[in-house]
C-alpha cells in the first residue's frame, strides 16, 4: 500500500487560520476528504494519516469524524494539551478511537527553543505510550539541540520528525541541521517524514536537485526503515501539485530496492502508527 503519511483538513476559518496570510491564496479554501480522493486515486495512493492544523480538541474531534466517514483516512494524529495534569483522563478518552493514533503539538511555534524538555510538556509525553500514542515532532532547526536531548529522554517512544524538521533549503546551508539529524537518527525509535519540502524552498523556482543533499543525509541517517512518505497537501499547492511532490521522492528512492521503496512509500507509516 501507498500511503501518504502527512496531510490536512480544514474548514477555512480566517481568523483561526491566520498564519494563512495573503502569499496563501490558494489555500484559502475549504479542504475536505471529497477534494483529495480524486487526487489519490489519480496518483495511486491507498490511504492517508490526517494531521493536525489547529491546536484544539475541536480540531481531534474534527479528524476523527471524518475517518469515521472515509475509510481511506487510515489514521489521524491530533492534538490535546500535553500539559494537562488531567492528561490520563484526557488520553483514555482519545484510546477509545482507534484510528486516533498521536498527537502532535506545533512546536515550531513556541518562543522557548527549549520548550520541548519543559517538565509540564515532558510528563504528558510520557504518558502516550501508555495507551499506544506516537508523538509527531514539529520543528524549526534551531530547536533541534532541543530535540536531542528529547529524543534520549523517551527511548521507548515512538517519535517521528515532521518534513525534515525544515532545513534551509533556500541557502542550501546543511552542515548544522546535517549533524543534529546524524545524532537524533542515532535513537532506534525515531522516524522522519520526508515531507513539506517544496513549502520551505523558494515556492516559484524550485527544483528536484535542490533537495538531493538533504534526502541524502536523511536517508543515510534514517535508513530506508525509518523514512516516511508524506505530501502536506493541501500546503504543498502553494509551490507545487500533489504529482510533483510525490515525484520528488519517487524519483529520488528510484535508485533503492523494490523493498525499501515501498517501505519510504508506505510500509513504513504502517509499521510507525499501527495503521
Known sequence: ???????H??????IRDAWIDDTMEV??????????????????????????ADQSDKESAFLLDLAAKHDFIKGVVGWTDLRSPDIHTQLAHYASFPRMKGFRHIVQGEPDPMFL?????CHGILALAQYDFTYDILVYPKQLPAVEQFVKRFPEQRLIIDHLAKPDFKSGELAEWATSMKRIAE???VYCKVSGLVTEADWQHWEARHFAPFLDIALDAFGADRLVYGS???????????GEVKGIITDFISRLSITEQQQIMGGNAITFYHL
Open 1 to 7: 500500500m501507498i500511503i501518504d503519511a502527512h496531510q
Open 9 to 14: 483538513f480544514w474548514k477555512y476559518d480566517p
Open 27 to 52: 489555500i484559502r479554501n475549504d479542504f475536505f476528504p471529497e477534494h483529495l480522493a480524486p487526487v489519490f486515486k489519480a496518483h495511486g495512493i491507498d490511504g492517508c494519516v490526517a494531521v493536525q
Open 117 to 121: 524538555l519543559r517538565e509540564d510538556f
Open 187 to 189: 535513537s532506534p525509535n
Open 232 to 242: 502536506d497537501w493541501p500546503v504543498c499547492l502553494l509551490a507545487a501539485e500533489y
